[in-house]
């Protein structure tokens, strides 16, 4: 029987070299990419005005160049600086207020209150007021990181320490822990998915939130981050530029999500079965 | 139910009239209504009784999560009045383990939680307890790569590296598959002739209290109450089920609801 059926039935056959090709969705993903640069190079050329839209290959120059020279890598450690201190602030903020949340229920009302009204809020809106609060300089940013990421993270953070099972509160005190180790060991582990969620959506909203922000107004003590680059750019008309500005943002925003945080996702979340 | 003490060691556990009530969104419910039971050094002490009757509240009450409204609880003379690893808790759910740790990792984490053990002796301790329960090859293996009874083999694990004085199992293998919880109960009793722990085990099934217990508390519904206590030799568990088939069943016939 067994003899019968293996002479009928092909087990394992290779599949075609396209099949494998076109079953792979970075490579498709590649195509599509090089497919829309050579577009744009060609609308470029025939558009022919490098004021309005620069060539694909002189955005890749005026990148190259700003790379080479270390403007584009002194800006964006620029941003970079200003981001990590804005988003540690927001994470030491959402902090408190997701311990204060989930101690009593007059915190948890608190938070909810607080995130239903300012989270529809763009940060960005709030520009002009820390402007006028905290002066002109890297603090209004910093301020507006912080309106950025807080709510998010804050968010997340406590609907995912309500979500945590009742069978797993009672094993963690079950063995003793309580307060602070008890958050430590077993709800901040088992909210770990919605934690990182809430530290993903804050990323991107604190991303965009700097470059908008640097657009309004960037420098400070001589220097500006990559949003004050692009300003800068379009004030000298150096348009190439401005779209290199613009693809390091990009490239920043991608490597994060994609790299960072998915490597995070990858080593936590994924690999303990949590998240599929 | 008033058994002579004599006949054996003092009580490690004593259970005196207790009533247990807790909150739903609409209702106060009383879970079990004047309960008493005693549990000696080494039992298997089973609280049989169909869905109702509290055998799980009343579990949850020993491990201190509950405080009861009326008598108490104490273990070794001592008053119950918060969770502690002197009584740890086997529960039927497989999210019992922390899934971001590993068969070993688990293990470490209660005696370390626990304050049992510490460093290199933890380890230790945890590696020759995951080999009592056969999963030696599993030990850096992840919860949710593992079976359902694989993963209570774990949970057993963990407790038991702790040595509590007692423990608590509520429904353990009610969700394994008919095979695999047979093969579970004979695991556990194979354990329990190595170390003769103490165990307070709670279950729906008769046959399940029949083979595991040494000693069998009988719970009513509606409150919980206590119907009567019988002994198990292990010999002729045909005529025991069949006793508490009849206890159980002989009244209210409208009792027999889901389990």
New interface residues.
């Given amino acids: 029987m067994a003899e019968q059926a293996a002479t009928h039935v092909v087990v394992v056959k290779p599949l075609t070299a396209w099949e494998r090709i076109s079953g792979n969705s970075a490579l498709r993903k590649t195509a599509l990419l090089v497919l829309l640069a050579l577009f744009w190079e060609l609308y470029a050329r025939k558009l022919d005005n490098p004021l309005l839209f620069p060539t694909f290959g002189a955005t890749l120059e005026a990148f190259g160049s700003a790379i080479a020279s270390g403007v584009i890598p002194q800006r964006t450690l620029h941003s970079l600086q200003v981001l990590a201190q804005g988003y540690a602030a927001g994470l030491f903020f959402a902090a408190i207020l997701t311990a204060f949340a989930t101690a009593t229920r007059i915190g948890t009302d608190l938070l909810e209150l607080l995130t239903a009204m300012f989270n529809p809020l763009p940060s960005i809106a709030l520009l002009p007021l820390a402007m006028l609060w905290v002066g002109l300089g890297n603090g209004s940013l910093i301020f507006v990181l912080i309106h950025a990421v807080l709510w998010s993270v804050a968010l997340n953070t406590h609907a995912g320490f309500r979500s945590v099972?009742q069978?797993?509160r009672?094993?963690?005190?079950?063995?003793?822990?309580s307060g602070p180790?008890f958050v430590a060991?077993?709800l901040v582990?088992?909210a770990?998915p919605h934690i990182l969620t809430g530290l993903k959506i804050g990323w991107a909203f604190a991303w965009r939130t700097l470059i908008a922000a640097e657009l309004v107004f960037g420098v400070s003590q001589g220097s500006g981050g990559l949003g004050w680059y692009v300003f800068e750019n379009k004030n000298q008309l150096e348009i190439a530029n401005v779209f290199a500005g613009l693809f390091t943002v990009i490239l920043i925003g991608l490597f994060v999500e994609n790299v960072v945080f998915a490597t995070i996702e990858r080593r936590?979340v994924r690999?303990?079965?949590?998240q599929t | 139910m008033a058994d002579p003490a004599a006949e054996r060691a003092p009580a490690l556990l004593e259970v005196r009239g207790v009533t247990l009530q807790y909150k739903t969104r609409e209702h106060l419910v009383t879970a079990t209504y004047r309960v008493g039971f005693e549990v000696s050094r080494s039992d298997r002490f089973v609280m049989l009784g169909p869905s109702g009757c509290g055998k799980s509240t009343l579990l949850k009450a020993v491990?201190g999560?509950l405080a009861p409204v009326e008598g108490e609880i104490r273990l070794n003379g001592r008053v119950i009045d918060?969770?502690?690893?002197d009584?740890?808790?086997v529960?039927q759910?497989f999210?019992?383990l922390?899934?971001?740790k590993t068969v070993k990792e688990n293990v470490v984490?209660?005696l370390r939680?626990?304050?049992k053990l510490k460093g290199r002796a933890a380890d230790e301790k945890a590696l020759a307890t995951i080999e009592k329960v056969g999963l030696t090859k599993f030990a850096d293996t992840?919860?949710?790569?593992l079976s359902g009874g694989m993963k209570q083999r774990v949970a057993i694990a963990r407790a038991m590296a702790?040595e509590p004085d007692i423990l608590l199992m509520d429904e353990p293998f009610a969700a394994l598959d008919a095979l695999t919880r047979r093969k579970m109960q004979e695991e556990l009793l194979r354990l329990w002739e190595d170390t003769r722990f103490t165990v307070l085990f709670v279950t729906h099934s008769i046959p399940e209290a029949v083979r595991v217990g040494n000693r069998i508390l009988l719970l009513s519904p509606h409150p919980g109450q206590v119907k009567a206590e019988m002994q198990s030799s292990g010999r002729d568990e045909e005529r025991l089920s069949q006793r508490i088939h009849e206890m159980l069943f002989s009244e209210k016939v409208e009792e027999a609801t889901d389990g």
């Fill in positions: 099972s069978t797993l009672m094993v963690g005190r079950n063995y003793g822990l180790r060991q077993i582990p088992a770990f936590t690999r303990w079965g949590m | 491990g999560y918060k969770p502690g690893p009584r740890v808790m529960f759910e999210d019992q922390l899934p971001w984490f209660a939680a626990s304050g992840l919860p949710h790569q702790v």
